[in-house]
């Protein structure tokens, strides 16, 4: 079956400070794979997405790689910010584009 | 240009009662998706629409759950004889081209559902 397994939360961190949120998944056949946001009191947002084998994905100073050998698309974020507090979510789906499968979600709060 | 809006954006209802859940998509998207976030989970998906079809119900939870979508862009939720166990958020979705590989996902709002 198709599933994505997320590091548990909440995760708290410094300004500034390193960041990875782990995520794994299962799949059949070659799944895209995206990171979701989902600010305090807003709806889910597209982060990055790749959807091959070794691609990166890069959007706001957040990167994640996509790596068939591992099944994995860690999120990475060199110095976080206090306005990256949200939950994480990573997903996939499967490239004949119907539902997406979602992890857990990973919380995250920066503090100054 | 407008993004997927749903409504109501909170619901309460008694059980048993019936209720219905709208979507509407952005303008020109042919898919629209339907999930359940329940309080500390990912969503989950329930049932999927390429034009007025539905293409994949195989999320929906029971035979209490449809969801119809007649003219190809808005939708409805209705879940029948509510039951506590459906308190969640519900989320919509809309894509432009699902079956391209990676085809982002638009995501509203969502109708928070309590049954009380």
């Known amino acids: 079956g198709n599933s994505v397994t997320q590091m548990e939360g909440p995760v708290t961190l410094s300004e500034e400070a390193f960041l990875t949120i782990n995520c794994t998944y299962t799949?059949?056949?070659?799944?895209?794979l995206f990171w979701y946001v989902q600010y305090p009191g807003e709806g889910l947002q597209l982060l990055l997405k790749?959807?091959?084998?070794?691609d990166k994905g890069s959007n706001k100073g957040f990167e994640a790689t996509y790596r068939k050998e591992t099944t994995s698309f860690h999120l990475e974020k060199g110095s976080v910010q206090v306005s990256d507090s949200a939950v994480y979510f990573c997903a996939l789906t499967r490239n004949t584009g119907n539902q997406f499968y979602f992890g857990t979600g990973t919380s995250l709060t920066v503090i100054p | 240009g407008a993004g997927v809006s749903q409504t109501p954006s909170n619901k309460v209802t008694e059980k048993g009662k019936y209720v219905e859940l709208r979507c509407d998509p952005i303008?020109?998207?042919?898919?629209l998706y339907w999930y359940r976030q329940s309080l500390g989970q990912g969503p989950e998906f329930l049932i999927y629409f390429q034009g007025t079809g539905a293409a994949d119900d195989s999320g929906l939870p029971n035979d209490r759950f449809f969801a119809v979508r007649p003219e190809g862009s808005v939708s409805t939720l209705k879940i029948q004889r509510t039951e506590r166990g459906d308190s969640a958020v519900y989320l919509c979705?809309?894509?432009?081209?699902?079956?391209?590989?990676?085809?982002?996902?638009?995501f509203g709002p969502g109708t928070r559902l309590t049954v009380t």
């Open positions: 790749a959807t091959k084998a070794d």
């Open positions: 303008s020109g998207h042919t898919a």
């Open positions: 979705a809309s894509s432009l081209n699902p079956l391209a590989g990676g085809s982002e996902q638009y």
């Open positions: 799949a059949t056949g070659y799944p895209s």
